[in-house]
T-cell receptor, first 114, second 115 residues
C-alpha cells in the first residue's frame, strides 16, 4: 500500500500563475479530502468528494480555487490565478466511505507564491 | 455544527514528565468519531487513534492513553514519561456519522519536550 500520494512536494510559483496540485488516493478509498494548513487558520477542509462527486466545497476560499476528481484514482486542486496569500501546505486525505475507518493523509504539498 | 477546541496552544515539559493534551468537541450527532493526529516537525500527519461515540472505554497504547468522557464532551490525550521524540503538534479531530463525512480539526497543541 503506497498510501496517499501527492505531487509535487514543493511548489514555488509567481503571483498570477496557475498552480495544479495532484493527489492519488489509496486504492479502494472512495472519499477524498483536500485540506489547507496555514499558521493563521490551522487545518481547513477545502472540499471533499464521495465516489468522485464533490459533496461539500464550502471551504473553498474563492473562485480562484477549483477541484476535480475525474476518476477514483486521481484528483486535482487548481488555483488560478495564484496569490501570495495562497501560500500554505495543502494536504490530501482519503478513506473508505462509511464505517469508522480512519483518514489517511498524504505528505502534503508546500506551496509558496511569490 | 461540529467544532473542536484545543485550548492549549503550547505546552513545554521536561523529559519523563507526564503531559495531558485537552480536547473538547461539539456536535449534534449521536454517532460521531474522534481522532488524534500527530504532526512532527517533518510535517506529515500521523494517525494515532480513533474512537466512536458509543465506546467510552479509555484506551492505552504504550505511553499513550486517551480519556473519552461524553458527559463533558472531552477526549483528552495523555503521554506518560514524555520523550524528546514526542515533540510535535497534536491535533484532535471530529467526524460526524452518517452521510456527512468530513473531518474537522482543532487548532492543535504544540508540545515541546525538553531534554
Amino acid at each position: 500500500d503506497a498510501g496517499v500520494i501527492q505531487s509535487p512536494r514543493h511548489e514555488v510559483t509567481e503571483m498570477g500563475q496557475e498552480v495544479t496540485l495532484r493527489c492519488k488516493p489509496i486504492s479502494g478509498h472512495n472519499s477524498l479530502f483536500w485540506y489547507r494548513q496555514t499558521m493563521m487558520r490551522g487545518l481547513e477542509l477545502l472540499i471533499y468528494f464521495n465516489n468522485n462527486v464533490p459533496i461539500d466545497d464550502s471551504g473553498m476560499p474563492e473562485d480562484r480555487f477549483s477541484a476535480k476528481m475525474p476518476n477514483a484514482s486521481f484528483s486535482t486542486l487548481k488555483i488560478q490565478p495564484s496569490e501570495p496569500r495562497d501560500s500554505a501546505v495543502y494536504f490530501c486525505a482519503s478513506r473508505p466511505l462509511g464505517g469508522s475507518l480512519g483518514y489517511t493523509f498524504g505528505s502534503g504539498t508546500r506551496l509558496t507564491v511569490v | 455544527a461540529q467544532k473542536v477546541t484545543q485550548a492549549q496552544t503550547e505546552i513545554s515539559v521536561v523529559e519523563k514528565e507526564d503531559v495531558t493534551l485537552d480536547c473538547v468537541y461539539e456536535t449534534r450527532d449521536t454517532t460521531y468519531y474522534l481522532f488524534w493526529y500527530k504532526q512532527p516537525p517533518s510535517g506529515e500527519l500521523v494517525f494515532l487513534i480513533r474512537r466512536n461515540s458509543f465506546d467510552e472505554q479509555n484506551e492505552i497504547s504504550g505511553r499513550y492513553s486517551w480519556n473519552f468522557q461524553k458527559s463533558t464532551s472531552s477526549f483528552n490525550f495523555t503521554i506518560t514519561a514524555s520523550q524528546v521524540v514526542d515533540s510535535a503538534v497534536y491535533f484532535c479531530a471530529l467526524s460526524e456519522g452518517g452521510a456527512t463525512n468530513k473531518l474537522i480539526f482543532g487548532t492543535g497543541t504544540l508540545l515541546a519536550v525538553q531534554p
